[in-house]
């Protein structure tokens, strides 16, 4: 297989916001799919560890945001536990990005805002599904979606108090690309007072 350039001190941004724009905007002109898919870990007080994937809806130099229900396994650790890690891996250009930092939810008219443009179906459901609660089957659920959408039917939906909005602002990024034998390339880079401080890991 063909390994892409190698990843230097010398080649590489010096603000990882940049250079994982550079990254996400190649993965969204080469892949079909869905290139803001993420894998989100979250962690319990007691150290107890979840991971999923979902769906990052915007990022900036203030971080990097996704929506969910508060109610959810994930809100309910992030409430004990303010803090997470993001992994991208996208094998097919051989890279991966980690990132870790605290997490806190946006401002409610932020998640406002994206609420209203989310397909109706989407808004609906936001409302139907107590996410990650036990159901008894699937018709539990179609039954509370059929409800919800009658109920919804021609009508704008209001954003349920309980979906919304997290901002993960990185304190540590690590940017991966895959090398010949296995010797990978690990660029990382940690949040100081005196801004990032960039580094090479081992492989």
Same mark, same amino acid.
């Given at each position: 297989?063909?390994?892409?350039e190698?990843l230097?001190?010398?080649?590489?941004? !010096?603000?990882?916001?940049?250079?994982?724009?550079?990254?996400?905007? &190649?993965?969204?002109?080469?892949?079909?799919? &869905?290139p803001? #898919?993420?894998?989100?870990? =979250? #962690?319990?007080?007691?150290?107890?560890? $979840?991971v999923? =994937?979902?769906?990052?809806? &915007? /990022?900036d130099?203030?971080?990097?945001?996704? /929506?969910?229900?508060?109610?959810?396994?994930?809100?309910?650790?992030?409430?004990?536990?303010?803090?997470?890690a993001l992994?991208?891996?996208?094998?097919?250009?051989?890279? @991966?990005?980690?990132i &870790?930092?605290?997490?806190?939810?946006?401002p409610?008219?932020?998640?406002?805002?994206?609420?209203?443009?989310?397909? *109706?179906?989407? @808004?609906?459901?936001?409302? #139907?599904?107590?996410?990650? $609660?036990?159901?008894?089957?699937?018709?539990?659920?179609e039954?509370?979606?059929?409800?919800?959408?009658?109920?919804?039917?021609?009508?704008?939906?209001e954003?349920?108090? *309980?979906?919304?909005?997290?901002?993960?602002?990185?304190?540590?990024?690590e940017?991966? @690309?895959?090398?010949?034998?296995?010797? *990978?390339?690990?660029? =990382?880079?940690?949040?100081?007072?005196?801004?990032? !401080?960039?580094?090479?890991?081992?492989?």
């Amino acid at each position: 297989m063909a390994f892409p350039e190698l990843l230097s001190e010398n080649n590489i941004s !010096k603000n990882p916001f940049v250079q994982f724009n550079i990254w996400f905007e &190649e993965r969204s002109r080469s892949y079909t799919g &869905e290139p803001n #898919a993420v894998s989100l870990a =979250t #962690a319990s007080s007691e150290g107890r560890v $979840s991971v999923r =994937t979902v769906l990052i809806k &915007e /990022y900036d130099e203030k971080g990097f945001v996704f /929506y969910t229900n508060y109610n959810s396994k994930k809100g309910e650790q992030l409430n004990e536990n303010p803090s997470a890690a993001l992994l991208f891996y996208w094998p097919e250009s051989g890279r @991966q990005i980690r990132i &870790e930092g605290p997490v806190g939810r946006v401002p409610a008219d932020v998640s406002d805002k994206y609420f209203q443009v989310r397909p *109706h179906g989407s @808004q609906v459901s936001a409302i #139907a599904s107590d996410q990650s $609660s036990v159901i008894p089957n699937r018709k539990y659920l179609e039954d509370l979606y059929s409800f919800h959408s009658e109920r919804f039917a021609g009508k704008s939906v209001e954003r349920p108090t *309980h979906w919304g909005g997290y901002l993960l602002t990185p304190s540590w990024f690590e940017f991966w @690309q895959e090398g010949e034998h296995r010797l *990978h390339d690990r660029i =990382t880079y940690s949040r100081t007072s005196k801004g990032w !401080k960039i580094e090479r890991l081992a492989p």
